[in-house]
């Protein structure tokens, strides 16, 4: 696969981009406080409960762009009338999806 973007690239974000993206700022402050946590000496079950939270946030990220991936580049590709194309995004997001699962 070429890795080229499949969705329709615009100058200004979309809805689903804006919402990754504020996703991704609270993750970060997760990940803040975990430092904080960490530099505080503070109990080890408090620190990994943050740890939780925050990959959990990123998690969600994840199947929130997975999901818009499989409804636009993977819906396009096979309505496409290029089988091989079709073929490759299926393939990709099945390699992707399997990577998550592991």
Do not use: W
């Amino acid at each position: 696969m070429d890795n080229k973007p499949c969705c329709e690239q615009t100058d200004s974000l979309t809805p689903l981009q804006g919402q990754a993206l504020r996703s991704l700022a609270r993750v970060k402050g997760q990940v803040g406080g975990v430092q904080r946590l960490i530099q505080e000496r503070s109990y080890c079950v408090d620190v990994l409960n943050q740890i939780h939270a925050a990959r959990s946030a990123l998690d969600s990220v994840a199947v929130l762009l997975m999901e818009n991936h499989l409804e636009t580049c993977c819906t396009e590709a096979i309505r496409s009338d290029d089988p091989d194309l079709a073929s490759a995004r299926i393939k990709e997001f099945a390699e992707t999806v399997r990577r998550f699962v592991k």
